[in-house]
Every structure is written in structure tokens, then in C-alpha cells.
């Protein structure tokens, strides 16, 4: 995307969130404003989280109340980042490229989060989806890799949120900024009470 197509979106994303929003409503239950991200600890950054599955057979994926204004702001953000033309890390070897996960990397980046919390977006979206963009709980309802519970609340980010990865990935990004603050948060949440 070049600069000026990222200023024009962050101009359109901006106006929605100065504006607000008809879908955008005051919600108390929103859960916890985003903080700053903290970053591992070294011994944190070496290791991945262990366990990627409860083994319970339980997902209840993304299923906390985040209002679209809140999308909204976190997509203006990444919208900014890549106007300013903020450079991105090379995706890690270990990521095959093209692949759904090395797209996760880089609009994660994209997003303002460190590269030290790629391992545990990865962890948590292994674990409720295996990074298929697919994937549907036919229990709950949630679907696609974030396991947004429902999948219709993506449609904020693009009417193709049921097949396309980018349109999930960043609704998932979005939420996890405007709930958690960073995908640390979200998978200690997780790993917790068995959602996000």
C-alpha cells in the first residue's frame, strides 16, 4: 500500500472515529481499555507458550464485547503506522511465506505490536483455529481465525470476512488492541478463563 493510499485510509478511518459511528454505542461492558504492551522478559522471549491446547474441546474464541468505535480506532492506527511508512521486520524463518501465519506477522506489526509478542498471538490463534481462516465452532458460533464469537461482528472490517484471512486477522488484531492491549494479554486471558 502506498503512502498516499494509507494517508486516504487513515483519513476515511479517522473521520469514522471523530464522527462515530451509528454501530458504535457506549458499551460499560468493553472490558479493559488498551495499556501500554509489556514486553517478556528475556527467558520469556526465548521460549513459546507450551501449551496450545486445553484439551478440554473447548472453543470459545474472541467473545468479548468491543464496540465497532473501538475497531474502528485501532484500524485508523495501523492506518497511520503504514502512512508513515513504519518499516517491518522480515517475517521469521520458521513462518512459511504466503501462508496465513506469515501474514498474522506482518499486520501485526503493521498493528504497533513488538515483534517478542508474535509468540503469543501465534500460540493463541493456533489454538482456536489453527490459523484457518475456515474454521467454524458449530457449538458456539465462532469462526474464522480469531474465532470471533460471532464471525458476523468482522463485518466491520470488510463484507469478505468469511474468506478472507486479511479481513479476519485484522478485526482480530484490532480487538485484542482495543480489549487487551497486546496478544500477551489476550493469551494469559485465555489461558485463565478459556477465552479471549
Known amino acids: 500500500m502506498g503512502a498516499r ?12 472515529v471523530a464522527g462515530g459511528c451509528d454501530a458504535a454505542k457506549d458499551d460499560a461492558a468493553a472490558g479493559p481499555s488498551p495499556s501500554a504492551s509489556s514486553s517478556p522478559t528475556a527467558d520469556e522471549a526465548s521460549t513459546r507458550p507450551s501449551e496450545l491446547s486445553r484439551g478440554d474441546g ?5 467473545a468479548g464485547n468491543v464496540t465497532d468505535l473501538e475497531i474502528y480506532t485501532q484500524l485508523a492506527r495501523r492506518a497511520e503506522r503504514i502512512a508513515n511508512n513504519t518499516p517491518l521486520a522480515p517475517v521469521p524463518a ?6 496465513n501465519r506469515a501474514l498474522g506477522y506482518q499486520l501485526m506489526l503493521e498493528f504497533g505490536f513488538p515483534a517478542a509478542q508474535w509468540r503469543y498471538l501465534d500460540a ?15 457449538s458456539s458460533g465462532a469462526y474464522g481465525i480469531p474465532q470471533s464469537l460471532p464471525g ?7 463484507g469478505d470476512w468469511r474468506s478472507n ?16 492491549g497486546s496478544p500477551q494479554k489476550a493469551w494469559e486471558h485465555s489461558e485463565r478463563v478459556g477465552w479471549y
Open 165 to 180: 484471512p486479511e479481513t479476519q486477522i485484522n478485526w482480530g488484531l484490532a480487538y485484542i488492541g482495543a480489549r487487551y
Open 58 to 62: 473447548k472453543r470459545s474464541g474472541a
Open 124 to 138: 493463541l490463534w493456533t489454538r482456536e483455529s489453527g490459523w484457518n481462516h475456515l474454521a467454524e465452532n458449530r
Open 152 to 158: 458476523s461482528k468482522m463485518a466491520v472490517v470488510g
Open 5 to 16: 493510499t494509507g494517508t486516504a485510509v487513515a483519513g476515511v478511518l479517522l473521520a469514522l
Open 94 to 99: 520458521d513462518i512459511d511465506r504466503g501462508s
